[in-house]
């Protein structure tokens, strides 16, 4: 039973190479960046679990009664298969969603209401043990993505670095200080039907895809053999082989058929100043990350994100490897971030 208010972060996360090629059996390697995401536990007397995820405009109230009273027995499949389309029907009924369609928004407070169930319905429950925070994040992973590869919840709790393929995570042990830029270009996409498209050219065109795949590989290989070799010592030489991969990926990713016209563009524009992107994730629009290497003229970067932010896209600055999930003291945190929690 929590008795005080409770504060916990995890980092958000980019794959730096490996898209799509990884679910080809091919290597990825993913690192934990310095956005963070914030939870504000706080105990109630009043009867009530309320919901409140400010960024995306959620703000949702439920008796503890009520939610004690559902039949929750689909919640004991525990380490089964991901929810059924009938499952997720029963907890659409709960949240007072409609049953032709969930966004977005839906879809988080979905996710809220099945870890909140079949956490409740556990003995006991552990908020420092890792363990049970990547299983419970990789259940809430697969409410909203079905069959996820279990990367995102992964790097969101141990933070870092992971290097996955055919199914098995291990760890970077060691990263250099590296800071890129995240770009948002709003573009919506299905990451379902890009991985569908590349497994569709790859069928169409074995000969010429199948080289492509294995390239993106030892893209990712080289990535990681350089990063291990940076953390004693960079060398100006390393960020420049670093920026090569980067173009020498999108074009790959590109060739692959998961580009974008706005992808297209970010990168024309860090090109413009003397910078090197990437898509990350799925592509077909979503978002890119730009090397931004030690000695860069800050006006440089200023300049760059002013020119993207012009086209209606996001920025932020922010570096590789950040620590997983984290407890906090109110006071260490920024004012913007007090300010959302409400602190």
């Not at 389309?85 to 029963?90: A, G, S, V």
């Not at 270009?185 to 497994?199: E, F, M, Y």
């Not at 960020?239 to 016209?261: C, F, K, S, W």
């Amino acid at each position: 039973m929590l008795s005080e208010a409770l504060l916990v972060s995890a980092p958000g996360k980019v794959i730096l190479h490996g898209e799509h090629a990884v679910v080809h059996g091919k290597v990825a390697l993913a690192v934990a960046l310095n956005l963070r995401t914030f939870l504000l536990l706080r105990p109630q007397s009043n009867g009530k679990v309320s919901l409140n995820l400010p960024n995306i405009g959620i703000k949702q109230v439920w008796d503890v009664a009520g939610l004690q009273l559902l039949d929750t027995n689909f919640l004991e499949q525990g380490d089964g298969p991901a929810p059924t389309p009938e499952q997720l029907e029963k907890l659409k009924k709960v949240a007072g969603l409609p049953e032709d369609g969930v966004g977005t928004e839906g879809l988080a407070v979905l996710a809220f209401l099945y870890l909140y169930l079949a956490i409740c319905r556990k003995q006991r429950w552990s908020e420092e043990d890792l363990e049970s925070i990547n299983k419970w994040a990789y259940e809430g992973e697969r409410v909203i993505h079905g069959n996820p590869s279990g990367v995102d919840n992964a790097v969101s709790t141990w933070g870092g670095a992971l290097r996955y393929q055919q199914g098995k995570m291990s760890s970077l042990k060691r990263l250099p200080a590296l800071q890129i830029l995240l770009t948002n270009t709003k573009v919506p996409r299905s990451t379902k039907a890009l991985v569908a498209g590349v497994r569709s050219r790859l069928l169409k065109f074995p000969e010429i895809v199948t080289p492509l795949l294995t390239s993106i590989d030892a893209i990712s290989l080289e990535c990681e053999r350089v990063l291990g070799e940076m953390v004693a010592a960079p060398a100006p030489e390393q960020y420049l082989v670093l920026e090569e991969l980067i173009d020498m990926n999108q074009h790959h990713l590109n060739a692959l058929g998961v580009g974008h016209t706005s992808l297209d563009q970010l990168c024309r524009i860090t090109a413009a100043h003397g910078l090197h992107s990437k898509l990350t994730g799925a592509g077909g629009g979503g978002c890119g990350i730009t090397l931004l290497k030690p000695g860069l003229e800050r006006a440089k970067v200023e300049d760059a994100k002013q020119a993207l932010t012009g086209c209606g896209f996001d920025c932020w600055e922010t570096s590789i490897g950040a620590p997983g999930v984290s407890m906090h003291l109110a006071a260490s945190l920024d004012d913007p971030v007090r300010q959302a929690l409400g602190l």
